[in-house]
């Protein structure tokens, strides 16, 4: 992510890993797949407001958020759990269609908040 960072040029092609390019629009879709994701992701915009930018920086099939209370209410308000929870780093999955996330706290050597989160569970990807 950093500018000085050179672009990889991509030699091997037997082990396509498709570089999928998503936007807000095909993220979007992803997540209104599922009930509980597509809840998850329409309160996490109101919410934040930086979904365009982190679902055009996408890492490897993982969308990248802002991380807080109200997000942290609206994850197990999506998907269960406990939300008087006050983990530092919590891993999650979807009751219904095993879309995975994890968050982790900002630490003090300056880590902020962050949330990730599967684009597409696993057992549908192909
Ligand atoms: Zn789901």
Not at 9 to 34: L, N
Not at 114 to 122: D, E, F, G, H, T
């Amino acid at each position: 992510m950093s500018p000085d960072e050179k672009p990889v040029r991509e030699t091997r092609s037997t082990q396509s890993t498709e570089a999928v390019v998503y936007t807000a629009e095909t993220v979007t879709a992803a997540f209104a797949a599922c009930p509980r994701c597509g809840f998850f992701l329409v309160g996490y915009r109101l919410i934040h407001d930086d979904f365009p930018q982190a679902a055009s920086q996408t890492e490897g099939g993982w969308l990248q958020l802002s991380f807080s209370s109200p997000v942290r209410r609206l994850l197990h308000k999506s998907y269960g759990g406990r939300a008087d929870l006050d983990a530092y780093h919590y891993e999650g999955t979807c009751p219904d269609c095993h879309r995975l996330f994890a968050y982790h706290e900002a630490t003090e050597d300056g880590q902020p908040a962050v949330l990730r989160i599967q684009i597409k569970p696993r057992h549908v990807t192909r």
